[in-house]
């Protein structure tokens, strides 16, 4: 079975600091894909970044970049220069190939960026 | 272009009713899978559909049905709904398998009394 584990229940951050959110996951495959999800009180998920196992190489979407250590199993998110727009809840997922294809989702990081 | 849109966005039901829940993929996404969301907890998988075909199942009793139809819209149903199923349900959709990601809407607010 895939687990995720995300161990920050709460963050917060200073306007334009920058913050690091903790993954990690549990699994028994090798072929997988790693994604960050926001959703802020709009209820709506919006894709934040995606990772593929098999590339070394970290994802970086703008100001937000990952740090994935496929040994330790980590999947860490960085936010830099922090926006008010960024205050949502962050939820770490993996997706397994197979079987629907299905998300995995952690139990999410609130984050709350201090003007 | 539209995004994921999910009917009704709130509804009140009583327990031991039924519910249908609706959802209409972005144009071209031949890919519905269905989650739900309970308060303080990330989404659980119920289902995923791709080319009208179930690909897919979470687990979740069989009080939980899904289908998808020629236009690739979908409908989750709840029979013998009971209080635990109180939640925010999620429908997201991709063009393809979503190995790429999901895109969700943003969700149907279940409240069973």
């Known amino acids: 079975a895939q687990t995720v584990t995300q161990s920050q229940p709460e963050m917060s951050v200073q306007e334009a600091e920058t913050v690091t959110l903790s993954c990690t996951y549990d699994t028994s495959e090798n072929n997988y894909y790693l994604f960050w999800y926001k959703q802020p009180p709009s209820r709506q998920m919006i894709l934040v970044i995606r990772q593929e196992a098999y590339k070394q190489q970290n994802a970086t979407e703008n100001r937000f970049s990952v740090n994935f250590q496929k040994a330790a199993k980590s999947f860490s998110l960085k936010i830099s220069d922090s926006q008010l727009g960024d205050t949502a809840m962050y939820f770490c997922?993996?997706?397994?190939?197979?079987?629907?294809?299905?998300?995995?989702f952690g139990t999410g990081t609130s984050l709350t960026v201090i003007p | 272009d539209a995004g994921v849109t999910q009917s009704p966005t709130h509804l009140i039901k009583t327990r031991g009713q039924h519910v249908t829940l609706r959802c209409s993929p972005i144009?071209?996404?031949?890919?519905v899978s269905w989650y739900q969301q309970v308060l303080g907890q990330g989404p659980q998988f119920i289902f995923q559909?791709?080319?009208?075909?179930?690909?897919g199942r979470g687990n979740f009793p069989d009080r939980f049905s899904a289908r998808q139809f020629p236009n690739y819209s979908s409908e989750l149903n709840v029979n013998a709904l009971l209080l635990g199923d109180s939640a925010l349900y999620l429908c997201?959709?991709?063009?393809?398998?979503?190995?790429?990601?999901?895109?969700f809407g943003s969700g149907t607010r279940l409240t069973v009394v």
């Open positions: 997201a959709s991709s063009p393809g398998q979503g190995i790429y990601g999901y895109t």
């Open positions: 997922a993996f997706m397994k190939l197979g079987a629907g294809n299905q998300f995995y």
């Open positions: 559909y791709y080319e009208k075909e179930e690909r």
């Open positions: 144009s071209g996404h031949k890919s």
